[in-house]
Structure formats: structure tokens, C-alpha cells
């Protein structure tokens, strides 16, 4: 739960400089709504349904965003100068997947996904594809996630819209991928029912494909939704629309995750950052005093006070992947200090003051810091 706590709360404090805004859209909607989109006819049956109150009514639990975001743009009237509209959202969503392809968190019947949606004019699109681009970069690499390839999905058999303009879409997502630096591989006919997609393709420790970040031109939604626009010329035109995440499932996201990682999480993201370890009873009281300064300070620390040897609680630490440990005994109480101790680095650094560890820990944590205390150890 932390795990997706802190991933969500990062992708959040990414969205003001990017442009984003949060919305949230329902659970139930009714099927009309799924059948403008086209999900009706193509998934129905991995969906959940259910008759509602009125007579005749029925009832879709929400597989996906992009319909809702839809019905959402149309409920004003939009200008040039509002666009482009970034709309991200985090509810939970609910498949009715087969029991047979079920496995762990990596796939699941209700998930949530960092889901968001972008209604443009045609020309800003380059841009946009271009942002989605960096913003992905930022992500990844405070994630340490790295060894990405990005591939382009083309137009399936049964596919929404026209020929021509999927040639044009699928060209600038290539375009795109090319320009940001990455060489485009081509997965032919693997396309969403709507939309040529860029992926992100991650491979795990068995040499599996696992795609995270995605991104799409929508070649149907506008238009089945009747979206508009007034532009420049004070006519009526119909959006681009972009289908982005950058994370994807957050629950298979952290499922694949652990695993990259072996649970060595980066400082701000772990689970337990911190350890105190009292050498004996009579400085349990100090480290319970720290540890609820750490907790004041938004740090999550645990004290292990049990009567065990301080050199085996410090090896239980390590492997639990703890990155801190903070030893406390005569000295430190008497000075008002704490022993800090770097999982990686396996040694003990000079002691410092507990307020300017609480302060340094803070920071390490506002900028998504690997390890605190790295240039010490």
C-alpha cells in the first residue's frame, strides 16, 4: 500500500508541471454511454453489468476512463484558448477477466491505472506526444527503471475510423519515437480497436515483454462523442484526442517492479526507510523519540527494541533492504545524535545531530533521492 501510495503521490506532484488536471468520473455508467465509445459491441463480455432501478435500465461498472472523460468534455462548450485539456485520473477500474489469466497483482479484475486523457488541436499534438515523452523520462529515471523499448502498434483487422488516417496517425507516433531517440519497432495489428498506440516495453528477469507506458491517437472517440470545438476562425472543429499513462497498472506496475528490484527500493519509495536500533533497553525511550520525530516529518521508521544481539538485528535490516539504519546507545543520547548506517555502503557514518538528520532525511525524500547521505558513503 505504500508502495502505491508514493506512486500515485509522485505522479500527482508531476501533474501541475505538465499540465494536468485531476478529475474523477463514475463507477456505473449506463450502457448507452459504453455504446457510443463502441466498448459495448467489442467487450462486452469482459465487463461487469447489471440492471438498474428503471425499468429497462442497464448498468456498465467502469472498465476504462476514456468514455467517461468523454462525456465529461462534451458537457461544456469548448474554445481553442482552453486547449489542450489534460485530464488524469486514478479510480479503480473492473474487468471481468478470465480466472485462467489471473496472476498475482500483474493481472487482476479491478485495478487502477495513472490514466489521463488529452483533447487538442490536430497541430499540437506533435508537442504533446513530445511531452508525454519527458514526462516518462523524469518518471523512469527516479524510478530507476531503464532498459525501456518502444514500439509502435498498428491498425488491427476491425479497427474504428479510416484507412488514411491511420497512416497518418501511426506515422507521427513512429515520427515521435524516432525523435525522442529511440529506435521504433513495429508490432503489426496489435492496435487498440481505436487508436495506433505507442508502448513502452519492459522485459523481466524471465525475458517476458511487459508494456507500461503507453500512449494513443484516437482515431473514433471524438467522433463518436460529436466533440468540439470553436478554433481560431470561429468554426466548429473536432478535437485531437491522446490516450496516455505513464506507469500503466499501477498494480502490475509494482508487481514487475519488485521483481526488477528485489524489493531494494529507491529511499523515497521504500516501504521502511528508516530503522532505529537501540543497543539496549535503557535506549528503547530515545529511539521511540526519534522515531516520532521521523513520523512528524512525513519519514516512515520502525524501532526494533527486541532482545537480540545488535549485530543481528543490523544484518536482519540489510536484509530486509531497509536503506537506513540509525544506532542508538550512551553516546548518542548523551549528545543528543544518532549513528547512521547505509545498507549499500555496509558502514557506520559519523555520527550527526538528530534534527539535521530529520531535516537531510526530508530533503532526500522531497527530491526523490536513491539513498540519502550518498556523498558520505
Known amino acids: 500500500m505504500t508502495l502505491y ?65 468523454c462525456h465529461l468534455y462534451g458537457t461544456a462548450k469548448r474554445s481553442y484558448r482552453e486547449l489542450p485539456i489534460r485530464w488524469a485520473e486514478f479510480t479503480r477500474l473492473h474487468r471481468n477477466e478470465r480466472s485462467g489469466t489471473l496472476n498475482g497483482i500483474t493481472r487482476v479484475r479491478t485495478f487502477a491505472q495513472d490514466d489521463a486523457h488529452i483533447y487538442c488541436e490536430q497541430e499540437q499534438v506533435p508537442d504533446e506526444i513530445d511531452r508525454f515523452f519527458q514526462m516518462t523520462a523524469e518518471v523512469y529515471q527516479k524510478l530507476g527503471v531503464d532498459g525501456i523499448e518502444m514500439a509502435v502498434s498498428t491498425r488491427p483487422e476491425k479497427f ?33 480497436f481505436y487508436a495506433p498506440k505507442v508502448e513502452a516495453d519492459f522485459k523481466d528477469v524471465l525475458g517476458r515483454a511487459w508494456t507500461l507506458a503507453t500512449i494513443q491517437i484516437d482515431m473514433a472517440m471524438p467522433g463518436r462523442f460529436g466533440l468540439r470545438y470553436v478554433g481560431r476562425d470561429g468554426e466548429l472543429h473536432q478535437p485531437a484526442m491522446l490516450h496516455r499513462a505513464v506507469l500503466g497498472s ?31 533497553d535503557r535506549h528503547a525511550a530515545g529511539a521511540h523519540a526519534v522515531h516520532a520525530k521521523l513520523a512528524e516529518a512525513g519519514l516512515r521508521s520502525e524501532v526494533d527494541d527486541r532482545s537480540e544481539t545488535l549485530g543481528y538485528r543490523i544484518r536482519e535490516a540489510e536484509g530486509q533492504k531497509i536503506p537506513l539504519t540509525l544506532v542508538i546507545g550512551d553516546d548518542e543520547l548523551s549528545r543528543g545524535t ?22 537531510t532525511l526530508r530533503v532526500a525524500n522531497a527530491e526523490r533521492s536513491p539513498a540519502p547521505f550518498a556523498g558520505r558513503a
Open 160 to 192: 474504428l475510423g479510416e484507412p488514411a488516417d491511420w497512416d497518418v496517425a501511426e506515422k507521427a507516433l513512429i515520427t515521435a519515437v524516432e525523435r525522442a531517440g529511440f529506435h521504433c519497432r513495429i508490432k503489426p495489428g496489435e492496435a487498440a
Open 338 to 359: 544518532v549513528a547512521p548506517r547505509l545498507r549499500k555502503s555496509k558502514k557506520a557514518l559519523e555520527p550527526i545531530p538528530v534534527d539535521a538528520l530529520v531535516t
Open 5 to 69: 501510495n508514493e506512486l500515485v503521490r509522485f505522479m500527482r506532484e508531476l501533474y501541475p508541471k505538465y499540465g494536468y488536471h485531476e478529475v474523477m468520473t463514475p463507477q456505473l455508467f449506463r450502457s448507452d454511454l459504453f455504446k457510443t465509445s463502441g466498448h459495448y459491441e467489442k467487450f462486452y463480455d469482459d465487463m461487469y453489468w447489471f440492471a438498474g432501478s428503471d425499468e429497462g435500465e442497464e448498468l456498465g461498472v467502469k472498465a476504462m476512463n476514456c468514455p467517461g472523460h
Open 250 to 280: 499501477l498494480e502490475r506496475f509494482i508487481g514487475i517492479y519488485i521483481e526488477h528490484t528485489g524489493g531494494d527500493f529507491p529511499f523515497w519509495l521504500s516501504p521502511v526507510q528508516v530503522v532505529l536500533l537501540p543497543i539496549s
